[in-house]
């Protein structure tokens, strides 16, 4: 699915004439593209926001492309991606996420395995402008689809099979942000329509509930220079294998949290570093809650 | 869905602190010092405006200190300064211009580098710009 979508982004890109001059001056205000999240799509760093990426504005297209690694006590995620925004009204973006499980699983006889995930994410600016509108509370709103594929390599008999997981999955959300220009505030809350276990890094549903799910993400972000942000996320999530054949509690999954800050030195690019706390990971074989850092580099055209 | 509601009441009631109703005080009028100091990032501004490639096309032909000085009158009343704007108004003076988002972004842009060389505190910027921004929907074409 991956090289097809990647393959799809680069065509569309190459078939726009005059990308580079147009990109090249994007026309929105600096930050206001957001940086890209660990699912691809432009937002904060755990959850999308209603904003597309790049620079590109009304009648402009831009691109981005990025790499985040997480690093938590026991677990290592690495997640690169791109997406293209056309007149700040559509977003297309890919992602593959990797988490390195380390010897976490090795209970499991899973030592050293991989969870690997590709997204394709979708948005559109149904409403609102972000920004400029500084008179009204009216946010910008948007709608946003993320399909999701799983690969667990050797756990897949188990998390297909008894677990009773699907290998992938389609988020749907809806997204409102407003950018509070004289405090310099910005406010974002998203829901997440999923069935997701650990984002999908763990397969979509399971034996004891397979329903989507509504779950907020909040996003708060102060602007303490044009080109300097801070903030904190949360990210509620489902917890569909918490009750699961390998015992209660064996794979329950916890909210996601975050304290980040967002550099932006020029249009093209930035740089998110993060304290998350993502909880549990498969507290069964590995009960400690999963902090660490995160880092996140984003180039834009 | 009850955290989908408390989380919802949360950000209602951050938005409702922090909602940009133009208060009736000269604080931002005194935070940029005054008229004169209004005046002096004016001053500095509309130079940039005419030169700056993105938005020179624009001001071709202006008369830069008369410019100037209408800002200045706009800026100090908006900041709740003792000025009144005698110019005409946003929609007439910039009809048929052909002004797009990435235009009007750009004097943003300039007018922020204009607030830098002046000192302006960035908070009395962000000030300034949430009482300007709206104008957008007068100045752009649509």
């Keep these: 699915m991956r090289r097809p979508a990647l393959a799809l982004l680069v065509g569309l890109a190459a078939t726009l004439p005059g990308l580079p001059t147009q990109a090249q001056s994007g026309g929105k205000l600096l930050l206001t593209g957001g940086v890209s999240s660990i699912d691809g799509a432009a937002g904060g760093g755990l959850t999308p926001w209603a904003l597309t990426g790049s620079y590109a504005t009304a009648g402009e297209i831009g691109a981005t492309a990025f790499a985040t690694r997480v690093r938590t006590g026991d677990y290592g995620l690495a997640v690169y991606g791109a997406a293209v925004s056309a007149w700040d009204r559509v977003e297309l973006s890919v992602a593959r996420q990797d988490l390195d499980t380390g010897h976490s699983l090795a209970p499991l006889g899973l030592a050293g395995l991989h969870l690997k995930q590709d997204i394709l994410g979708a948005k559109v600016r149904i409403a609102g402008d972000a920004v400029l509108d500084s008179d009204s509370l009216m946010p910008q709103i948007a709608i946003g689809l993320e399909h999701k594929k799983t690969h667990a390599g050797d756990l897949g008999p188990t998390l297909y099979g008894p677990l009773g997981a699907k290998d992938s999955g389609t988020d749907v959300y809806l997204s409102a942000t407003k950018l509070l220009l004289a405090p310099g505030l910005l406010v974002n809350l998203t829901l997440r329509s999923t069935r997701a276990n650990q984002n999908g890094l763990l397969g979509f549903g399971g034996a004891q509930g397979r329903g989507a799910r509504l779950e907020p993400e909040l996003s708060l972000a102060k602007l303490l220079r044009r080109d300097l942000a801070v903030g904190v996320e949360f990210r509620a999530k489902p917890d569909n294998l918490n009750r699961s054949v390998l015992g209660t509690g064996a794979l329950k999954e916890d909210d996601w949290k975050d304290l980040f800050v967002a550099w932006a030195p020029s249009k093209h690019v930035s740089l998110t570093a993060a304290w998350v706390d993502l909880g549990r990971i498969a507290p069964a074989a590995q009960p400690r809650r999963q902090s660490g850092g995160y880092l996140s580099l984003q180039f834009a055209i | ?142």
Excluded at chain 2, 12 to 22: E, F, N, R, V
């Design chain 2, 1 to 142: 869905m009850p955290r989908v509601a408390i989380l919802a009441c949360l950000l209602l009631a951050i938005a409702a602190a922090a909602a940009q109703t133009p208060p009736a005080d000269d604080g931002l009028y005194l935070a940029w010092g005054g008229k004169a100091g209004i005046r002096a990032v004016m001053d500095d501004f509309v130079p940039r405006l005419a030169t700056d490639p993105r938005t020179a096309p624009f001001f071709k032909g202006a008369d830069l200190e008369h410019l100037s000085a209408q800002l200045t009158e706009q800026l100090c009343q908006q900041a709740g300064g003792p000025c009144v704007y005698s110019g005409k108004s946003m929609k007439v003076v910039h009809e048929d211009l052909g002004i797009h988002r990435r235009d009007f972004n750009a004097l943003v842009e300039i007018l922020q580098q204009s607030m830098d060389a002046k000192g302006i505190p960035f908070g009395a910027q962000n000030g300034m710009l949430a009482r300007l921004a709206p104008m957008h929907r007068d100045i752009e074409d649509r």
